[in-house]
């Protein structure tokens, strides 16, 4: 049986009410389940590897029936905690030009911010897996759990040389317990193989410098000569890396994008075709989808240059789908990248 891909991260509820107010009225707020790993766990199920999911939920109703919403859609919640107090939630409000109004966190005393080092067995959790992904959004939240990723971590790479990919998420209006990121999370990367990110939260979570000549500029050329320095930076600095992946995604107009991303690995950087819209729906779960995208590729041996095309095409496509997760499956994007720009 192949090994599994273990993605960890908290469990959470998106609700989204119109900016203008008027769930008040339609006594309706709209829903996605969320979480970045999550995300990252159902688009590899959806492709068909074997995908499991380690996270700490309340022992209730609703946390049993989204345990069960993740295993219709085929991956492996054998591994949750059922403990603890509540489940996180976010709001995200959004008004008629699809703009997001501003995230609303509310996970304080959720049952994953609730974990604690030395409660944990890794040996159950970790049997069978292959590949380990978690992001910076789980040590954002406090240091208990920053301090569980480590142990986590090490368990992971020390004891059973599992594959260790992170997704450098940065969300400032998580890290509020009086650290900065750049205390915390060198010492989790330390045990990455592969890190993704783009080149701001390189900056913010790694301390790799952004070149302030990159502000106000267009151009590709130049954001990739950029990837390429961080990119090696990042190689210098955690010798266990061995690959790194950046996201380009600029607004352009009246919500309009423009999207492309680099995979930099054995001294050579790829570059992704580029992908343009006039309007996109929805910008949550882009980052997990490219992310599970290159999971996926090097997880079954494809080469880089068709692993970076499809983990992008993925990624672009998720864009226009109104959810955390994506529905498309390996047959859509292939096709669309195909159809694209006939």
């Known amino acids: 049986m192949s090994k599994k891909v273990l993605s960890f991260g908290e469990l959470l509820l998106r609700i989204c009410p119109d900016a203008g107010g008027g769930w008040l009225k339609e006594n309706s707020l709209p829903f996605y389940v969320g979480g970045a790993e999550a995300n990252v766990a159902t688009a590899l199920a959806l492709w068909g590897i074997p995908s499991a999911y380690f996270s700490a939920v309340p022992d209730n109703l609703l946390a049993r029936q989204l345990a069960g919403y993740l295993e219709e859609k085929g991956v492996d919640m054998s591994r949750v905690l059922y403990q603890g107090e509540r489940l996180g939630l976010y709001f995200l409000p959004k008004g008629k030009d699809v703009k997001n109004a501003g995230v609303i966190y509310d996970r304080g005393h959720s049952s994953f911010s609730a974990l604690k080092p030395g409660e944990i067995d890794w040996d159950a959790v970790l049997s069978d897996v292959g590949w380990l992904h978690f992001s910076a959004i789980s040590p954002a939240l406090n240091q208990p759990v920053a301090e569980v990723c480590g142990e986590m971590l090490r368990a992971a790479a020390e004891k059973k040389g599992i594959t260790i990919s992170v997704d450098l998420n940065y969300r400032p209006k998580l890290w509020?317990?009086?650290?900065?990121?750049?205390?915390?999370?060198?010492?989790?990367?330390?045990?990455?193989?592969?890190?993704?990110?783009?080149?701001?939260?390189?900056?913010?979570?790694?301390?790799?410098?952004?070149?302030?000549?990159?502000?106000?500029?267009?151009?590709?050329?130049?954001?990739?000569?950029?990837?390429?320095?961080?990119?090696?930076?990042?190689?210098?600095?955690?010798?266990?890396?061995?690959?790194?992946?950046?996201?380009?995604?600029?607004?352009?107009?009246?919500?309009?994008?423009?999207?492309y991303t680099a995979f930099y690995g054995d001294g050579k950087l790829y570059a992704s075709r580029e992908y343009f819209s006039d309007k996109i729906l929805d910008k949550v779960g882009s980052?997990?989808?490219?992310?599970?995208?290159?999971?996926?590729?090097?997880?079954?041996?494809?080469?880089?240059?068709?692993?970076?095309?499809?983990?992008?095409?993925?990624?672009?496509?998720?864009?226009?789908?109104?959810?955390?997760?994506?529905?498309?499956?390996?047959?859509?994007?292939q096709k669309f990248m195909t159809d694209y720009g006939r």
């Open 176 to 259: 509020q317990y009086g650290v900065a990121p750049t205390a915390v999370m060198p010492a989790l990367v330390q045990y990455c193989d592969l890190v993704m990110g783009n080149l701001w939260a390189a900056e913010k979570m790694l301390g790799i410098p952004v070149d302030s000549s990159l502000t106000g500029t267009d151009r590709k050329e130049d954001y990739l000569e950029h990837a390429r320095r961080s990119s090696e930076a990042i190689l210098a600095a955690f010798p266990r890396v061995k690959q790194v992946a950046k996201t380009f995604r600029f607004d352009r107009g009246e919500g309009g994008i423009q999207y």
């Open 287 to 333: 980052g997990d989808c490219f992310m599970a995208g290159l999971i996926r590729g090097l997880y079954t041996g494809q080469s880089v240059a068709d692993t970076l095309e499809f983990a992008t095409a993925a990624a672009f496509q998720k864009l226009f789908i109104p959810s955390d997760a994506t529905d498309q499956r390996e047959t859509d994007i």
